[in-house]
């Protein structure tokens, strides 16, 4: 029977990726080819953090310094011992040892072979390094992330120094947060949106503050463990605007344009439970807030869902209904609302929401209820619903529409669509 080879690769920032073979005979193992051993070996390369006390070190390395420049051989060694050790420790077999050795970025040119320290002494530092490997004359390059982190800093003092270095980050005043979706206009803190605001201002700018924008950045924060919250305003504190929409003459590259203020950034430890506070009214900058802009395509998105409101959203009764009666059952809504005036009525009413995030007097150019319209003449035919008291001489029912939502900001289209909307439609008789 042939030897079946099982390899099994997990690799991962902390735990040590295992190879296992696995033979249901004692022939030779020399089916394995050497491009399978140095493969494995490959897939056993991952980042890592060691600390400074595994590398022999009293201080972290300074910032920008070239790995080839630093004076510290043992260290070298240690981070590559480590690195051997992962190869020697797991292919457990009877083959000679692939080489691997730990290099500067050199046989890989996109790679910046320097320290970056930004957050100062007392945090970590990280480098872009290579793992060379060698088996047999075949040979291969692993880029790897190393960060070094000081573990004799007290845990308050570490975040207190990433608290500094992201206060000094956000007082720059070009920065830009790109939101997914904005908040009701000069949103108080006291209002009953602003509960649901936090969530989503915390997620958008951790998002911003720890992703990185593309391959070839380092994310704002790139600490293991760090986490960001944003803290709402206390309801025994007097009500403060969290959020405004600039007007639309702000409006540049396909972008809507917002201005968060009054609130209270959290940077956090998760692994100590320690804190550090910033409060935009802290900051250097004239205006103490933060920019944020959302693309055409995101506000498309969110327009869309204003206008799905669910079966909740749009309710309809009495005096706005024509005749103040229900549709006969197959009306569609072309035949119920002859003159439009219901129809109206209801673009009216998804108006007035959108208007809630995009305000007329904000947004320049045809944003008016004319900017919804009903593709089609007729609706869905319109079903009307039992009673489940009939006895209270309550009726009601619905119809299923689709709108488009089309307007021009700054020479640019905002444009969304969204079918099945719900009308329901509800009448009491004496």
């Not at 570490?158 to 608290?163: C, E, F, N, P, Q």
Request: proline share 4%.
């Amino acid at each position: 029977m042939k030897q079946h080879l099982k390899f099994l690769f997990l690799s991962t920032l902390t735990s040590v990726p295992i190879v296992s073979v696995v033979a249901c005979s004692t022939t030779s193992a020399t089916s394995i080819s050497d491009q399978d051993i140095l493969n494995s070996a490959e897939g056993m390369m991952q980042d890592h953090i060691f600390n400074m006390t595994y590398l022999g070190l009293s201080d972290l390395p300074a910032d920008k310094v070239k790995y080839d420049d630093w004076k510290f051989p043992s260290a070298k060694t240690k981070i590559a011992e480590f690195y051997r050790d992962l190869v020697t420790n797991n292919l457990n077999w009877a083959y000679p040892t692939v080489t691997v050795d730990i290099t500067s970025g050199e046989p890989l040119k996109f790679i910046e072979s320097s320290f970056i320290n930004k957050y100062g002494p007392k945090v970590e530092a990280r480098i872009n390094l290579v793992a060379k490997l060698s088996f047999k004359g075949l040979t291969s390059s692993v880029p790897i992330v190393v960060k070094i982190t000081n573990n004799e800093t007290k845990a308050q003092d570490r975040i207190d120094a990433i608290g500094v270095f992201l206060q000094n980050y956000l007082n720059d005043s070009n920065l830009v947060f790109e939101f997914k979706t904005l908040l009701k206009d000069n949103l108080l803190s006291s209002e009953p949106e602003a509960k649901h605001a936090y969530g989503p201002i915390t997620s958008n700018l951790r998002a911003a503050l720890f992703t990185s924008s593309n391959e070839a950045t380092i994310p704002v924060i790139d600490v293991d463990g760090i986490d960001f919250n944003v803290l709402p305003i206390g309801e025994a504190e007097p009500a403060k605007t969290i959020y405004t929409l600039n007007d639309s003459s702000a409006v540049q590259d396909d972008t809507i344009n917002g201005t968060l203020k009054n609130l209270t950034l959290q940077i956090i430890d998760k692994n100590t439970v320690k804190y550090n506070n910033i409060t935009l009214d802290s900051l250097d900058k004239a205006n103490q807030s933060l920019k944020v802009q959302q693309k055409f395509a995101d506000a498309n998105n969110q327009i869309g869902r204003i206008l799905n409101q669910g079966p909740d959203g749009l309710k309809f009764e009495g005096a706005d209904l024509p005749g103040g009666a229900l549709p006969t059952a197959g009306q569609v809504l072309s035949e119920y609302d002859a003159g439009s005036a219901f129809t109206n009525k209801v673009r009216e009413k998804i108006f007035s929401l959108i208007s809630k995030i995009y305000p007329t007097e904000k947004i320049d150019g045809s944003w008016t209820q004319a900017a919804i319209t009903f593709p089609t003449a007729n609706s869905s035919e319109f079903v009307l619903e039992s009673d489940e008291n009939p006895s209270d001489n309550i009726h009601f029912g619905y119809f299923l529409v689709t709108l488009d939502f089309e307007s021009q900001i700054g020479g640019k289209t905002i444009k969304a669509t969204i079918s099945n909307i719900k009308l329901n439609l509800k009448v009491k008789t004496s």
